[in-house]
């Protein structure tokens, strides 16, 4: 599965680059293994990978849908077996996404962006 969250920025007030990748690494705290940009100066963006690999909440139980049932059997593509997210910031907005990820990744990614939404008082559309 995968999502963005973007906040957008409603004000004048929006944290620079310094104070999200701050926010991103207080938030995320040891559950971060790596918090890497690219450093090529065109981009701000974080590539985040976090401890633990993948995980499912229903994978042993009974009478889950054919459709998850066939995902959860399905071997993960090599490089997408961790827990991973990105952080983009944009002109008006940052956003956390998500790529092939398992719920608790999900879930972490949303409460970062939640942190980022009501410290700066910004509009959250997740999709």
Known sequence: MGADRFVYWTTDRKPTWAE????????????ATTIAEPGDGKLNVLFVTLVGK??????????T?????????????????GRYLEVWEHNDSVNIETRRQDEVTMR????LAGVFARFWDGKLEAG
């Open 20 to 31: 999200i990748r701050m926010v991103t690494e207080d938030f995320l705290g040891e559950m």
């Open 54 to 63: 993948h995980s499912h909440p229903l994978r042993r139980i009974d009478g």
């Open 65 to 81: 849908s054919p459709a998850l049932s066939e995902y959860l059997r399905q071997p993960q593509e090599p490089g997408w077996e």
């Open 108 to 111: 972490i990614a949303d409460g």
